[in-house]
C-alpha cells in the first residue's frame, strides 16, 4: 500500500504544484489519478518516484509512506528496489538500443531473475517479441509506449507508476492500453495511473481521484467518479460545454469525500 500524506511540492519559489494532497494506491489495484495540464500529475508520479530532484522539485509538506514506511527522502534507485517503478511521461525510450537492450535496462538496478522477466515481457507484448532485435526509434509511438511500460516491469515492481500512457495514441492504441493495465493488475501488480484520458483511466480503475491545481478535489471508486455530474460533464465529454469548463477553472474545489 502506498500512502500519500498531506504532500505538498514546490519547485523553486514558485506556486505548489502539489498542495496538501492525501492519496492512497492499494495493492492490486488500478488507482487512476485524472486532471488537464498542470494539475500537478506528473509532479505526483515524480515525488513518487523519488525524481523530483532532477527537476529542483521539492517536497516541502508530508510524507509518502510504502507499507507504512516512509519513503520520500529515498532516489529513485532505492524506490525501484522497493517495488516502485515509473513509466514517465512521454515514453522516454532509449531510441538507439534495441527493444530487448531498453528491457534489459529496465532490470539494471535488481539482482536476477532478467530472462524470466524478458519471456514474460514477450509473453504480454507479442510486437515487442517480433521486434526485439530493432532500435527502439523504429517502432511507432504505440509500440514505444508498450516498450516504456514493458521496461518499467523488468524490475518485477509492485506498484507500476504510469504518466500519461494514452498520450498522443490513436483511440485502438489507447483501448489496448487499457487491456494491458487489467492484465498487469490480473497478475498482482499494483497500478498506479495519471491521465487527462479519464474515460480510459476510470474505465479500468477500481479506485480515482479528480487532482486540480494540485489538490484532490474528489476521490472514490472509480465507479462513483464516473456516475458523479462534475466529472461526467468536465472529463468524460458529457454535456460540458467550453464555457462550462472556464467557469469550472476558477471555481472554488468540490468538497472532496473519501473512498
Ligand atoms: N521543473 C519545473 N519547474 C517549475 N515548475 C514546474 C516544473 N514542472 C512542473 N512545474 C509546474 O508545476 C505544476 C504542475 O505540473 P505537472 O507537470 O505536475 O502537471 P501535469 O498535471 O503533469 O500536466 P500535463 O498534463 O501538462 O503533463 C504546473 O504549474 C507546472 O508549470
Ligand atoms: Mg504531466
Redesign the pocket.
Known amino acids: 500500500m502506498l500512502e500519500v500524506r498531506g504532500v505538498s511540492?514546490r519547485?523553486?519559489q514558485?506556486?505548489p504544484?502539489?498542495r496538501s494532497l492525501d492519496l492512497k494506491a492499494g495493492p492490486g489495484r488500478v488507482t487512476a489519478v485524472v486532471?488537464?495540464?498542470?494539475?500537478?500529475?506528473?509532479?505526483?508520479?515524480?515525488a513518487v518516484s523519488g525524481a523530483l530532484g532532477f527537476?529542483?522539485?521539492r517536497l516541502v509538506e508530508g510524507e509518502i509512506l510504502l507499507e507504512g514506511k516512509p519513503v520520500h527522502r529515498l532516489g529513485p534507485t532505492a524506490l525501484v528496489r522497493r517495488g516502485i517503478a515509473h513509466v514517465p511521461?512521454g515514453r522516454r525510450v532509449f531510441a538507439d538500443l534495441t527493444v530487448e537492450e531498453n528491457l534489459r535496462a529496465g532490470a539494471a538496478t535488481v539482482r536476477g531473475r532478467v530472462q524470466e522477466r524478458l519471456d514474460e515481457a514477450y509473453g504480454m507484448f507479442e510486437v515487442l517479441a517480433r521486434r526485439r532485435r530493432q532500435r527502439a526509434v523504429l517502432l511507432s509511438g504505440g509500440e514505444q509506449q508498450m516498450l516504456a511500460i514493458a521496461r518499467g516491469l523488468m524490475s518485477g515492481p509492485r506498484l507500476l507508476l504510469l504518466?500519461?500512457p494514452s498520450?498522443g495514441l490513436a483511440p485502438k492504441v489507447v483501448e489496448r492500453i487499457g487491456e494491458i493495465i487489467s492484465l498487469i493488475r490480473e497478475q498482482g501488480t499494483g497500478v498506479l495511473v495519471?491521465e487527462?484520458n479519464a474515460a480510459m483511466a476510470l474505465s479500468v480503475a477500481d479506485d480515482g481521484y479528480v487532482?486540480e491545481?494540485?489538490s484532490a478535489v474528489l476521490s472514490g471508486t472509480a465507479a462513483q467518479l464516473r456516475a458523479t455530474d462534475e466529472v461526467q460533464q468536465l472529463y468524460l465529454g458529457g454535456s460540458g460545454t467550453a464555457d462550462e469548463l472556464l467557469q469550472f477553472a476558477d471555481r472554488a474545489p468540490l468538497q472532496r469525500w473519501s473512498a
Open positions: 511540492v519547485y523553486g514558485s506556486a504544484a502539489l486532471g488537464g495540464n498542470g494539475a500537478g500529475k506528473s509532479t505526483l508520479m515524480k527537476d529542483s522539485g511521461e504518466d500519461e498520450l495519471v487527462q487532482l491545481q494540485g
